[in-house]
Structure formats: C-alpha cells, structure tokens
C-alpha cells in the first residue's frame, strides 16, 4: 500500500491556468506538508498543516492555496500559473508536528508551465 | 533562523569506496538530525538520523557523526555500491521551537557511484 500518494504525476500547463495537486495519506499521521523542489533540487516548505490547521506558511505567492479537507488530505490549489512555478511539488507527512519524526514523502508531481 | 550547508554537491566514487558528505549547522539549539536518500523519479526517504544527546550512529554501511561543539554532521557511506547513487539531503531541526515547526534542508550531495 503506499503511503503518501499525489495526483497527478505529472502536469503540462500553460500560463495564465489553474491547476491542482492532490494528495492522501494512509499513515494516520496528524501533520501534512507541500515541498517545492527546483531544478537544482533544493527542497523548500511551503506549507504544513497539523490536523487539519495551518501551522507553516512560508513567503509563498498568494496564487498558492493550501487546503486541507481532513488530516489524511492535502491539496495545493496554484492560480494564474507562471514559468517560475515549475518544478518538483512533493507532498509528505509526519506522526505530528514536533519534527522529531520521519517526514514521508509521495512520489512528487513534476509541473512543467509552457 | 537555522541555515544549513551541506558539501560536496556532487561527489563520484568508485564500487567498493567510501563516501563522505559533510554539513554545517548555524542554530545551537537544533537537536535533531536526519538523512534522506532521493533516488531519480523518487520522493525523499529517511535513511538514518541522529539526535544530540548522541555523537555517532551506525546502521550496516551508513553511519552519521555529529559535532555538536563544531556545529558539523556527517554521512559516511562504506563499501559503496551502484545503488547508493542518489541525491543526498542532510537537515536539521530545533524541535523546541513549538512556534516553527520545520526541518530544514541542505541543499543536496549527487552521489555518484561507478561500478
């Protein structure tokens, strides 16, 4: 079974669009996080939410919309998408939200803006 | 806030040799440590982590060290094979802080290993 799962795996946009990531996890873990991961593979948080609350929010365009439907879901909403959006978005969860634990992460959803 | 280097950013060895990646920390007060793996097309996986009141970890090959005093931990991989190419991430956490709840990254070794 897998634990962190994100649709979709990939998304080709244009500019301008509004896009969609979703993601689920099956660990009973209470807190969810969305990384953007760029070309030269640096790992950024954007967000976390701990049951359900935001609890990070990094300096992240406004165009970005975290929402968070029960614990065991995470989606990011991106409006108006640009060329610098591009990238790695890995969605990962953690038993809760001391950082003392394991973070584990979905396969990624690779979003290319033409 | 916590910044965190991490060195080399791309490293090749042949089978068989060993691996070093090196980080450096610049909050006293983090007190966890962990290691992740990222193999191409992969999320991130823990690999090995180690908390402050500890000064070295051995799990089979891998084996973390940390300096407390220096503000450096490092991962060394022994006897490495083709399968340990991956991207490496270090990190670093003060998970006192209730207020900021987040790991944060270095920004990443490329292990090549060459059979």
């Known amino acids: 079974d897998t634990a962190v799962s994100q649709t979709p795996k990939y998304l080709v946009t244009q500019m301008g669009n509004d896009k969609s990531i979703k993601c689920e996890q099956n660990?009973?873990?209470?807190?969810m996080y969305w990384y953007k991961q760029d070309s030269k593979k640096f790992l950024k948080i954007m967000f976390s939410y701990n049951n359900k609350e935001l609890i990070i929010n990094e300096t992240v365009p406004n165009r970005f919309s975290p929402k968070s439907p029960d614990k065991a879901h995470l989606n990011l909403h991106i409006n108006s998408l640009e060329l610098g959006d591009s990238a790695v978005y890995f969605c990962?969860?953690?038993?809760?939200?001391?950082?003392?634990?394991?973070?584990?992460f979905g396969p990624g959803t690779r979003l290319t803006v033409t | 806030g916590e910044n965190v280097e991490q060195h080399p950013s791309t490293l090749s060895v042949q089978e068989g040799d060993s691996a070093v990646i090196k980080c450096t920390y610049s909050?006293?007060?983090?007190?966890?440590f962990p290691w992740y793996k990222q193999e191409l097309g992969k999320g991130p996986q823990l690999i090995i982590d180690?908390?402050?009141?500890?000064g070295e970890k051995k799990d089979q090959r891998i084996a973390v060290t940390l300096n407390k005093t220096a503000k450096h931990f490092s991962l060394h991989i022994t006897e490495t094979q083709p399968e340990d190419s991956a991207v490496y991430f270090c990190?670093?956490?003060?998970?006192?802080?209730?207020?900021?709840?987040?790991?944060?990254f270095g920004p990443g070794t490329s292990l090549s290993v060459i059979p």
């Open positions: 180690i908390r402050s009141n500890v």
């Open positions: 660990l009973g873990h209470d807190t």
């Open positions: 990190a670093a956490h003060n998970f006192l802080k209730t207020s900021y709840d987040k790991v944060i």
């Open positions: 909050d006293s007060a983090s007190n966890y």
């Open positions: 990962a969860s953690s038993q809760d939200r001391s950082g003392w634990y394991e973070q584990y």
